[in-house]
Structures are given as C-alpha cells and as structure tokens.
C-alpha cells in the first residue's frame, strides 16, 4: 500500500518557492477550474496542498499544465509505461504508442511528431497509450496533413491528452485503487519536475567531443 501524501518525501516541502501558481493558473484558465490560491503562492507550495488535500484531479492537471508539453508528455509516458509492464497481454500497439511519445520527447523532429500521431491512431486516443502519443503529435507544429497549410496546434490539447492519459491509467473500479494509482503518478510528476530534463542527456551524449 503506498502512504499517505504527508508522509511522501518525493513531494516538494510546502513552503518552497519558485514561479508562482497564480501565474500557471491565470495562463491556463481552460485547464481548471483550479482551487483557490493563497497569495503569492509558490507552483511546488500549491501543488503540495493539492495532494496533502486530496484534490488529485486538479494536482495532475495543473502538473500538466505546469511542464509544459515536452516534459507533460514525458510524465504521461511514464506513467502508462508504469501501468503497461503489469499487463502481459497489452496491445503490442499500446507500447509501441508509448515508445512513439518517448522518440518525440527525446528528439523533437517533425518525423517523430508526426510518428506519433500514427501510432495514436493505431490504438486509439481514447486509451491511455493513444492519449500520451497523441500529446506528443499535439504538443506543437502544424496539425494538418503534409503538404496542406499549416493549422498550428492549439494551445493546452496536450496538456488535456496528457491529463487523460494518467487519469485513464488510474481508472478502476474501487476508489481507493483509484487514489492510489493517482498518488503513484503525482509521486513521478514530481519527481519529473525535480530532476533534469532527459533529452538534455540526449544532447550532451551526441554532442562532438
């Protein structure tokens, strides 16, 4: 069983400080409605008390909204992943939408955006893979199809694929499963929001030397 949100280490301690959450708030007004802040509230501070409060919904969307596409589909992709190793007999098209996500986090070229959204398609957006890859498709660039006038993708549809994703992963029939599997997911959205970013890696391994 895991433990209560106080008793989680991984969280950021209530009284960090940082960007602010009113500011990720009032710029992402479609993702809410968020819960009230306190004033000159940090982003680690508010998304603490989301968890310590049990407002679970609202701390995966305003983590979401807080990293931003790239690293929200990171996030999101590990967070399937988390739940496909326990699936033997998942859809081989479910991981390999997780891998499409993960090529486009770690490279951020047109032809992995674009991979990605095939692969969505392949298990379908309505599934936790197919929403993660879809973010990554959704994340940036034009949404039209090769060759047509670009159509820039809208700002937030990733965050809210990424949401339906970790949300669709905790999905189950009893609540207190539910809860668990949402505490799981914040534990990595924060560690995801502690830690470097991985294709920072990437750039410094294929750097010359």
């Known amino acids: 069983m895991l433990p209560p949100p106080s008793a989680n280490s991984d969280l ?3 009284d960090a400080i940082g960007e602010l959450a009113d500011d990720i708030c009032v710029t992402s007004t479609a993702a809410g409605p968020w819960p009230a802040r306190l004033v000159n509230e940090s982003a680690d501070a ?3 008390r989301l968890v310590e409060s049990g407002e679970l919904d609202a701390a995966v969307r ?8 790239r690293r929200a589909t990171w996030w999101g992709s590990m967070c399937v992943w988390n739940t496909l190793r ?3 007999d ?27 959204r095939e692969a969505a398609d392949a298990v ?13 498709f959704w994340s940036e660039g034009s949404v039209s199809l090769v060759g047509c006038p670009d159509v820039p993708a809208p700002p937030g549809v990733a965050a809210k694929l990424v ?21 799981q997911s914040l534990r990595i959205a924060a560690e995801v929001l ?10 410094v391994e294929e750097s010359p030397a």
């Open 62 to 69: 305003f983590a979401a909204v807080r990293m931003g596409p």
């Open 90 to 116: 998942a859809s081989p098209n479910a991981a390999a939408a997780v891998d499409a996500a993960v090529q486009w986090v770690l490279t951020r070229t047109e032809d992995s955006r674009r991979a990605a």
């Open 163 to 183: 949401v339906n994703a970790v949300t669709m992963t905790a999905a189950a029939p009893a609540s207190a499963e539910r809860t668990a599997a949402l505490l």
């Open 194 to 203: 502690a830690t470097p970013s991985p294709w920072s890696a990437v750039a």
């Open 46 to 48: 508010y998304f603490a």
């Open 12 to 14: 950021p301690p209530a």
């Open 86 to 88: 326990d699936q033997p």
């Open 124 to 136: 379908g957006m309505q599934t936790p893979s197919g929403a993660v890859a879809a973010s990554a």
